[in-house]
C-alpha cells in the first residue's frame, strides 16, 4: 500500500530538548517536504527536498533542519524547540505536484 | 512568493445544498491548482485538481473552475451530504511541487 508514514504521532517535549520526527515515503517519489500547521493559517511550508541531498527552506524554516540522505526518508530536526513551534506538523511526498500526506505528527512544547 | 487567498472561512449549508469555496492567486505563472479536503483528526487528502490548459473539470459531485485571468479558482459541491463536512483547502504551483495553500474552509452540512 502507497503510503507516508511519519512518527512520532504525539510529542510533548521541553524548551530546548533536541527532537527527530521521522518521514518515510514507499512511493519512490523525489520531492517531499513538511508542513506546519496552525489555526487560521492553513498549511505553511518548512522545508522540501527535491532529490537526495538537495533540501531547500519553504515558506517558515526558522529554527527547524531537514536531511534527506535516502529516497525514502525526509526526517524534520528541532535543534531547540520554543514554544512557538507547538504545532500539527505533516510530511508528504508528491508526484507531478500531488501532495500524499502524513498521518501528522502534534507537537507540544512546553 | 505565491500568495492564496482562501473564501469563505466558514460554511455552513443544508444537506442537499451546494457550496461554493473560492480562491484567488497572486502568481499568474502558477499552473496546477488542487483542493484538499482534512476530515477532523485526519491528513489532508487531495479530492480534486485543475491544470491552466483546463477552464473546468467535474468528479461526480465536486467541480473546479478556473479563471486564469482574473487568477481565480472554485470548488462546487453539489448536493451535499453530511460526510462532506471538513475543512476544505486549496492550493496553487508553478508546476513544481511547491504548494502553497490557502487558510482553508470549514464546511458544515446541516442534515
Known amino acids: 500500500e502507497a503510503q507516508v508514514t511519519q512518527n512520532p504521532r504525539y510529542l510533548i517535549t521541553v524548551t530546548g530538548k533536541k527532537l527527530t520526527v521521522t518521514c518515510s515515503q514507499n512511493?519512490?517519489?523525489?520531492?517531499m517536504s513538511w508542513y506546519r500547521q496552525d489555526p487560521g493559517l492553513g498549511l505553511r511550508q518548512i522545508y522540501y527536498?527535491?532529490?537526495?541531498?538537495?533540501?531547500d527552506k519553504g515558506d517558515v524554516p526558522e529554527g527547524y533542519k531537514v536531511s534527506r540522505k535516502e529516497k525514502r526518508n525526509f526526517p524534520l530536526i528541532l535543534e531547540s524547540p520554543s514554544p512557538n513551534q507547538t504545532s500539527l506538523y505533516f510530511c508528504?511526498?508528491?508526484?507531478?505536484?500531488?501532495?500524499?500526506f502524513g498521518q501528522g505528527t502534534r507537537l507540544t512544547v512546553v | 512568493g505565491e500568495n492564496v487567498e482562501q473564501h469563505p472561512s466558514t460554511l455552513s449549508v443544508q444537506e442537499g445544498d451546494s457550496a461554493v469555496i473560492k480562491c484567488t492567486y497572486s502568481?499568474?505563472?502558477?499552473?496546477?491548482f488542487p483542493w484538499y479536503k482534512q476530515e477532523l483528526g485526519k491528513r489532508p487528502q487531495l479530492i480534486i485538481d485543475?491544470?491552466?490548459?483546463?477552464g473546468e473539470k467535474k468528479d461526480q459531485r465536486i467541480a473546479v473552475t478556473l479563471n486564469k485571468t482574473a487568477k481565480h479558482f472554485s470548488l462546487h459541491i453539489t448536493e451535499t451530504q453530511p460526510e462532506d463536512s471538513a475543512v476544505y483547502f486549496c492550493a496553487a504551483s508553478k508546476g513544481a511541487n511547491n504548494l502553497f495553500f490557502g487558510t482553508g474552509t470549514r464546511l458544515t452540512v446541516i442534515p
Open positions: 508528504a511526498s508528491s508526484l507531478a505536484g500531488r501532495a500524499f
Open positions: 485543475i491544470r491552466s490548459n483546463v
Open positions: 502568481d499568474s505563472a502558477s499552473n496546477y
Open positions: 527536498s527535491m532529490n537526495v541531498e538537495v533540501t
Open positions: 512511493m519512490n517519489h523525489e520531492y
